[in-house]
């Protein structure tokens, strides 16, 4: 499956949450790109760059990189996707990994929450974790792209018949409870 919802939805929570429910790997975009930051490696610098400004990392990388971990042994069960696809070429380019592979999507879990509540909650996240893209105007230029690449993939899964829209307000405990409901017999 893939988790969608703008930064603050508490994507990232319900992620690895999901993957506990359901004992399935979560793969997060934006965790293996820290990751390589951390590690200096060479595409760790390159992301770099583009995370700094609160840009998409070019597709080719990202792409290429969501390939490669979708080869690995721990995902034949199932999946989380976090943070990916993000615009619609990265829709486009997991359709043909999946099919590549003979793996397939059954739902696709849409976070919501307002944007005062997202604010909110980024600028506590900032304070706890001290993400360097979490300063207001990375954070707003973020959520601007969310808006313009991210939300309108939305519909295009919807007309697929996978899409779970899930509200996002709440304690945590009640969100992943929703969402568990909503996804029924979607996942199993
Ligand atoms: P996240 O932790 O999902 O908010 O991702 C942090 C940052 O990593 C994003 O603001 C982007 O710069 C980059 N990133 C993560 N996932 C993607 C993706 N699918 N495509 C392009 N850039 C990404």
Do not use: C
Request: no cysteine.
């Amino acid at each position: 499956m893939v988790i969608m919802g703008p930064q603050g939805s508490g994507k990232g929570t319900q992620a690895a949450r999901l993957a506990e429910h359901y004992a399935i790997p979560t793969i997060s975009t934006g965790e293996i790109f820290r990751t390589n930051i951390a590690k200096e490696t060479e595409l760790g610098a390159e992301a770099q760059k583009y995370i700094s400004q609160g840009e998409l990392v070019p597709d080719s990388l990202t792409n290429a990189m969501v390939r490669d971990r979708l080869a690995a042994d721990d995902v034949v069960r199932g999946f989380i996707l976090d943070g990916y696809p993000r615009n619609f070429a990265q829709v486009l380019e997991l359709d043909t990994v999946l099919g590549d592979l003979g793996f397939w999507l059954d739902a696709v879990v849409q976070l919501t929450a307002d944007r005062d509540e997202l604010l909110a909650r980024m600028a506590k996240r900032a304070q706890i974790e001290g993400r360097a893209d979490d300063t207001p105007e990375v954070i707003a230029h973020r959520l601007d792209i969310y808006d313009e690449q991210t939300a309108p993939l939305v519909s295009a899964y919807a007309q697929r018949g996978i899409l779970v829209a899930v509200d996002g307000t709440g304690t945590v405990e009640e969100v992943t409870a929703r969402i568990i409901s909503a996804l029924g017999s979607l996942v199993g």
